[in-house]
């Protein structure tokens, strides 16, 4: 039986193939290539506005720990301490430097160089050394957000008087300190040690973070448990009938649902109808789970879908019981799978705003909260309300904090992934 020869491929014809083939390699490669450029350029950015959040202007000076102004009585009792005026000691210390500055006019110009939290600085030296009264100290004093700001590169020169923050005088006065060797820039730890503050040389994000920490720690006490119960029910026990067919769906619309209705429901369900206190990290985290929980439901059904129907066939061979055959071998097999939803149902939550503004979180809160029921507000929130901020100061702290927010999803994520490496070698 005679057979017909095959026939050749067209050259041409692969040639067009083979660079068909080429071009789509090569849009996959310029994609990618685009989407991290993008990524660098954004993060870039962030860098460079704001790694001066974490540098702080300060100006040395001889203070003089006057025992009239901080302990009159003498006692050394913390609570007279506590209340010294240590403000007209950080002023006096400057007007040292002047001498023929005596106007009351210019000396409230000069003090304007000088931070209005100095007192801060002051009180907690004499708090660790009560020996300091009655004694003069070489001390570094916080600088104005404007004198920050110049240092900075952000003020201009060659600006007219009535169009910068500082006044002739006041540059003359900073270019005599800066002769004199008595202007620096240290790390900022108060960026890292502080809650909110009005002015923006004191302000800090420790306030902002503790509440997005207690807020995202009730959203996994609550949420995963929930969410990884719900999907073995959903997956190995439920019935498959229209009810179980109509929370499925549900839950899939409420994965898509925008995050500031979830917020509505917190404010009428938590806030109104339950009477929790308004702007506490309990109420952000309970409603940062419900916005969670369709997303870990719906990620843990997929990892238990996943795994293999023989492992379900070998236990139940053996005599292990359905709820055993569920703990003890799909459950661990499907773990690995569940800590990605619950690391992306996270991440989700750690960067919400919109929900978080309609509870109360965005409140001006100064002290760090020490509990979930603290009055708090979130690092999000924190941005957003200083990007909302007219000084010129607060740009750096906004994007400060947004490196800051992204160091903590970074640490959060590191965890679980940990976590999650941790089950993928157990099974």
Known sequence: MNSRPRPIADPARLRRRHAAERRFRLYGVAAVALAVGALALLLATIVVKGHGAFLQTRILVEVYFDAGEIDPSGTRDAANLRRGNYTVLAKRALYQHFPAVSER??????????????????????????DLIGTRQAVWLIASDDVDML???????????????????????????????????????????????????????????????????????????????????????????????????????????????????????????????????????????????????????????????????????????????????????????????????????????APLLMIGMVAFIVDVPTGPLDPATALPVQIYLWANSPERAFVEKTSGAIMVLLGFLILMNTAAVWLRTRFEGRR
């Not at 409230?108 to 708090?127: H, K, Q």
């Not at 499925?248 to 404010?267: K, T």
Request: net charge neutral; hydrophobic share 50%; charged share 15%.
């Open 151 to 353: 240092v900075k590169g952000h003020v201009s020169r060659d600006l007219g008087e009535g169009d910068r923050p500082l006044d002739d005088a006041q540059l003359g006065w900073f270019d005599a300190l800066v002769a004199d060797h008595r202007i620096e820039q240290a790390f900022n730890t108060m960026f890292l040690s502080r809650g909110a503050s009005r002015e923006p040389e004191l302000a800090g994000v420790l306030g902002a973070a503790a509440g997005s920490a207690w807020a995202i720690l009730i959203c996994i006490l609550v949420s995963v448990p929930l969410g990884v119960m719900a999907a073995v029910y959903l997956e190995e026990f439920a019935p498959q009938n229209r009810w179980t067919d109509l929370i499925e769906v549900n839950i899939n619309n409420l994965a898509a649902v925008p995050s500031i209705v979830f917020g509505l429901l917190g404010l009428a369900v938590f806030l109104n109808f339950f009477g929790l206190p308004r702007s506490a990290p309990l109420v952000g985290g309970l409603v940062l789970a419900l916005m969670t929980l369709p997303t870990i439901i719906i990620s843990a059904r997929a990892a238990l879908l996943a795994v293999s129907p023989s492992i379900r066939d070998a236990a139940l061979g053996v005599g292990a019981s359905r709820v055993q055959v569920v703990l003890h071998h799909v459950l661990p097999q499907a773990m690995p799978g569940m800590m990605t939803g619950t690391i992306i149902g996270m991440a989700r939550a750690l960067g919400e705003t």
């Open 105 to 130: 006019r210019e000396r409230r110009s000069l003090a304007r160089l000088l931070s209005t939290g100095n007192d801060l600085v002051l009180r907690a030296l004499v708090r660790d050394d009560p």
